[in-house]
Structure formats: C-alpha cells, structure tokens
C-alpha cells in the first residue's frame, strides 16, 4: 500500500496529518493510526500490524484486527491510500 499521490504526510507529536491537495481536505490520525499507517506504508500486513499492537499494548488479539481493518478501511475511502 502507498500513499495516493495526491497525498502530503507531515508527522507530528501527536501522529500524522495527511492533506489530499487535490480536495484540500485535512485528516489527523492518532498515534495508534499514525503507526498502522506508517507500517501498512513499510509493507506490513494487517495481520502484523495487529500482532504489534497485541504485543505492545496488551489488548485482545481480535480487537486489534478489527481496529487495524477498521483504519485502513477509512484510508482507503478518504482516498488517502492506493494499492501499490
């Protein structure tokens, strides 16, 4: 998965803001989707991404999943990322 080319990414303290410059929209992402978005963009699967998760903040293994699917399901209809 990358980033639509129509796509700026800035990192922040708090996570990561994304701007489509084509729509002028603005998306902020917590630190948890800042790092599923960063991972996802490193080619890690969802099913790693959630395993991390899992590991470093002790929830439920399904919950996790649903949550990383959840957030790549809004990158994906904000047309904020593409398949590479």
């Known amino acids: 998965m990358r980033l639509h080319p ?3 990414m800035a990192d922040t303290a708090d ?3 994304l701007l489509h410059q084509r729509t002028g ?5 917590n630190t948890t989707g800042s790092r599923v978005l ?3 963009l490193d080619g890690e699967t969802p099913q790693g991404i959630a395993a991390g998760l899992v590991t ?11 949550d990383v699917r959840a957030v ?11 398949a590479s």
């Open 15 to 17: 996570g990561t803001v």
């Open 38 to 40: 960063h991972r996802l």
């Open 6 to 8: 129509n796509v700026s």
């Open 72 to 82: 790549i399901g809004q990158l994906r209809t904000a047309d904020l990322v593409v």
């Open 56 to 66: 470093d903040h002790g929830i439920d293994p399904r919950r996790a999943e649903q």
């Open 25 to 29: 929209r603005y998306w902020q992402l």
